[in-house]
């Protein structure tokens, strides 16, 4: 296996050459374009295609992009997609069941046909997502093998973030803003070029074919300073203090109703959310009556069919939906998963179309903390 451990820079103008080391092995990259002014994930053949100069101006309710005029392909925060509906697709088909023409059924799964996927651009607060995500869909009772099948074909190429948006909060989360884990390769963005590390053997032997030096000290210095910097540069925070304890102590407050006044129950807080797994399961039967498929779609908890249960809704208002999704993601994930929901990408503040702030629901019913 290739050296360990030691960082290695990679000029700008050579950043085509790892792209075309990913190619090489097969892989399709996926990477950060613009597409419809947002930066979305999507097919990248040349790194011309990355959002060059690009800056998110992000605030709740808020997304745009600027130009900043610098040669910088990552000085920017984040888009509305994480790596989930990569992984986790929006819709797919479980299963389909044939009518045989002695009328017997035949049940058949239908796996997704995947292929080698290099995702570039992967921020530190998705890949902590990504590992909640495993823990959900791989490491539980029950290994959804839809998900493992994408999982195991993928490479990550991690980017650290000098440029969070004002309503990244990961610092608070512990979950960046640079990448700790999880990744092959990491990069981290000076105005020159990336310093490169390996996390895995594939990235490691990845960066091998590509001849590169050791990064300078002061190019380590610098990438540690603009992470500091990245650090500070965030001004929200979710409470320090026992959210699970104090939310589940509050389930009465008054804020509750307040929210419920503002919130439309749209759900889009629960698309963006990279660590949102929820689902519904419905079947698709054919005109003719000999097949149906079994089909998978994303769901949300601010939907009234997501809590109906045999005759009844459990939680018919926004009020007890919101509080649903609060108390869950950041209280009683911490029962399931060990951890808060809430890796701090800020995303549900942004793509909130009113504009709530879970930093500033959380601090209205749990008090601000330390
Ligand atoms: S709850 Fe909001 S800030 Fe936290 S991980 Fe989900 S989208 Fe990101
Ligand atoms: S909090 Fe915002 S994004 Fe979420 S359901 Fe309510 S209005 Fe929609």
Redesign the pocket.
């Known amino acids: 296996m290739p050296k360990t451990n030691v960082a290695l820079f990679l000029p700008r103008a050579r950043l085509q050459d790892l792209v075309d080391a990913l190619h090489a092995s097969g892989r399709r990259c996926v990477a950060p374009r613009v597409r419809d002014g947002a930066i979305v994930y999507d097919t990248l053949t040349n790194v011309s295609e990355l959002p060059v100069g690009v800056h998110d101006a992000q605030a709740p309710g808020r997304y745009a992009l600027e130009h900043s005029g610098s040669d910088r392909l990552f000085a920017w925060a984040n888009g509305p997609q994480a790596l989930k509906p990569l992984l986790f697709a929006p819709r797919e088909s479980l299963w389909r069941v044939v009518r045989s023409d002695d009328g017997s059924l035949q049940f058949r799964e239908v796996l997704p046909k995947v292929e080698p996927l290099a995702v570039i651009g992967v921020r530190a607060c998705d890949l902590a997502a990504l590992a909640l995500q495993d823990q959900h869909f791989l490491h539980g009772p029950y290994r959804d093998p839809y998900y493992a099948r994408r999982r195991e074909q993928l490479f990550l190429v991690a980017v650290g973030c000098s440029h969070p948006a004002a309503t990244c909060f990961c610092a608070s989360t512990g979950d960046g803003p640079r990448p700790q884990h999880s990744y092959d390769v990491l990069l981290e963005e000076l105005d020159q070029g990336y310093v490169g590390r390996g996390g895995s053997t594939h990235g490691h032997e990845l960066l091998a074919t590509l001849g590169l030096g050791s990064a300078g000290d002061e190019q380590l210095r610098l990438v540690q300073e603009e992470s500091e910097r990245a650090t500070a540069m965030q001004i929200r925070k979710l409470p320090s203090r026992d959210l699970r304890a104090a939310l589940f102590a509050n389930l009465d407050h008054e804020r509750w109703d307040d929210?419920a006044q503002?919130?439309?129950?749209?759900?889009?807080?629960?698309s963006v959310c990279p660590t949102c797994f929820c689902h519904s399961e419905q079947d698709a039967p054919a005109l003719d009556g000999h097949q149906s498929e079994h089909l998978r779609e994303w769901d949300?908890c601010?939907t009234r069919g997501h809590s109906y249960l045999h005759g009844f809704t459990v939680r018919p208002d926004?009020r007890s939906?919101?509080r649903q999704?609060l108390t869950h993601k950041l209280g009683s994930w911490h029962d399931q998963y060990g951890r808060s929901g809430c890796v701090g990408c800020g995303r549900?503040i942004a793509?909130?179309?009113?504009?709530?702030d879970?930093t500033e629901e959380a601090a209205a019913i749990c008090g601000p903390g330390a």
Do not use: D, E, M
């Not at 793509?351 to 709530?356: A, E, S």
């Open positions: 929210v503002r919130c439309l129950s749209c759900g889009n807080c629960t949300s601010f926004t939906r919101y999704w549900c793509w909130c179309p009113v504009g709530i879970l």
